[in-house]
């Protein structure tokens, strides 16, 4: 595995992920394998980061794993890249749970969401994903206040745009327009393409 | 949900911060604007970096259980038969204004206040090949991250939007549902500058949905209003404003 500084886009770490996709795509275990590795770990680092309680964090992200192999004929090259595609399907499962009645009950307490604000509080060796953090890091801090509280909240912490509006007391136009802006400047700095 | 508001959710959705119902309308809207898919796309990349930076390393059983379940699960049939979203514009990669427009207009109808003809995007599509420069720069000031946009009634049932780029200085006019103005008239668009107006243009007489890159640049002006004026425009107004709209503040 190299290790490189990643300017832009999403590194697929290993064998080509684009091309394991492919194979994944006809069956190939092997290469779904191959995936596995290159992406369980962001899956499951955003999955926790979202819900917080690890038994539930590896129920969800053993769910997206199971579903990037049932769906891989589906993922088309052409929209974006694999890891891309993983990580969306990653927050929207993990964003679903958090959003479903039972989840609601037992969500913590509002003040806890805005104590534990910057996300990247676990240690990896990882080389890659120490450059990568060290990266969203940089760029984060280029953000105002409220667009990084904004896009925070939303992301790590999966709430609606209604429920930042509420919990920040900022009008829900503005919050649109932080999350739009927020991320359009994330985007500049970390120079993402698509 | 005002005119060009539907555009300013590309953000939310990218991180999946939109209830259902808001989510699904805004899937509904993409369809039919690739300006916003584009954007939506690039947001989508950034927010999965954000997840990247997150990565933790997971325990091996779950990789086991993992590998064991995929041998029972069957996989879906490819996606193919969709619809091609590019179909019939072209894969220039750049949008064009009218699309854009389009979009803008389309977030109207969403809004339940106007309701956007396809026969007027196509037609607004064509005229976008002829204008391609103009539409260039009206894409950018609705792109722009620091556009600002008002909305209000105009008489007669028509809806103007104004929409403001600071950082480009220009601004475009957005209209919906405008009545056409009388034989051998045309509409003509001013920027107030404290009470002085100063021409920026004219609208199309035949469109009655239309998008207009206002002439010249924005500076102190503080709003808009548009005239009556005799086909060809005038040099200065020879009527009464038919509309005066306040440029969005800061």
């Known amino acids: 595995m190299k290790e490189a500084v990643h300017i832009s886009g999403v590194p697929s770490p290993g064998p080509d992920l684009q091309e394991l996709m492919v194979r994944v795509a006809r069956g190939d275990q092997d290469a779904f394998a191959s995936v596995y590795d290159a992406v369980s770990g962001p899956v499951l680092g955003l999955v926790r980061s979202v819900l917080r309680d690890p038994a539930q964090s590896e129920e969800v992200a053993q769910e997206v794993l199971v579903e990037v192999w049932r769906t891989a004929p589906r993922f088309q090259a052409s929209r974006g890249s694999a890891m891309n595609w993983v990580l969306t399907l990653a927050h929207h499962r993990a964003v679903d749970r958090v959003r479903s009645a039972e989840a609601a009950a037992a969500r913590e307490h509002k003040a806890a969401l805005l104590e534990r604000m910057p996300a990247f509080d676990e240690v990896s060796e990882q080389v890659e994903t120490r450059l990568e953090r060290e990266q969203v890091r940089r760029c984060m801090r280029t953000l105002s206040e409220l667009q990084r509280e904004s896009v925070t909240l939303a992301y790590y912490r999966g709430l609606t745009y209604r429920e930042v509006s509420e919990l920040l007391s900022v009008p829900l136009g503005t919050i649109k327009t932080r999350l739009r802006d927020g991320l359009i400047r994330l985007r500049d700095c970390l120079g993402v393409s698509a | ?250």
């Open chain 2, 1 to 250: 949900m005002s005119t060009a508001e539907l555009h300013t959710l590309t953000g939310a959705y990218a991180l999946h911060a939109l209830p259902e119902s808001e989510q699904r309308a805004f899937e509904r809207h993409l369809e039919d604007c690739e300006a916003c898919s584009q954007e939506v796309r690039e947001l989508s990349a950034t927010a999965a970096r954000l997840g990247l930076a997150v990565a933790e390393p997971s325990p091996r059983e779950l990789r086991e259980r993992v590998l064991r379940e995929i041998t029972t699960v069957r996989q879906e049939a490819p996606a193919h038969g969709r619809r091609e979203r590019s179909s019939g514009r072209g894969r220039t990669g750049r949008w064009s204004g009218y699309a854009l427009a389009a979009c803008i207009a389309a977030a109207a109808a969403f809004g339940g206040v106007a309701v956007w003809q396809n026969q007027v995007a196509q037609d607004a599509r064509q005229e976008a090949n002829q204008a391609q420069r103009q539409n260039e720069q009206l894409a950018q000031v609705l792109s722009a991250p620091d556009a600002k946009t008002s909305s209000s009634e105009l008489t007669g049932g028509a809806r103007g939007t104004v929409v403001v780029s600071q950082s480009q200085n220009r601004a475009v006019f957005l209209a919906a549902n405008m009545a056409p103005p009388p034989s051998g008239k045309v509409y003509q668009i001013w920027f107030n500058d404290e009470g002085t107006m100063r021409s920026a243009g004219l609208m199309d007489p035949k469109a009655s949905d239309d998008a207009v890159l206002l002439n010249g640049p924005v500076d102190q002006a503080s709003g808009m209003g548009i005239t009556v004026e005799p086909a060809g425009g005038s040099a200065e107004p020879t009527s009464d404003p038919v509309a005066l709209m306040d440029f969005p503040t800061a």
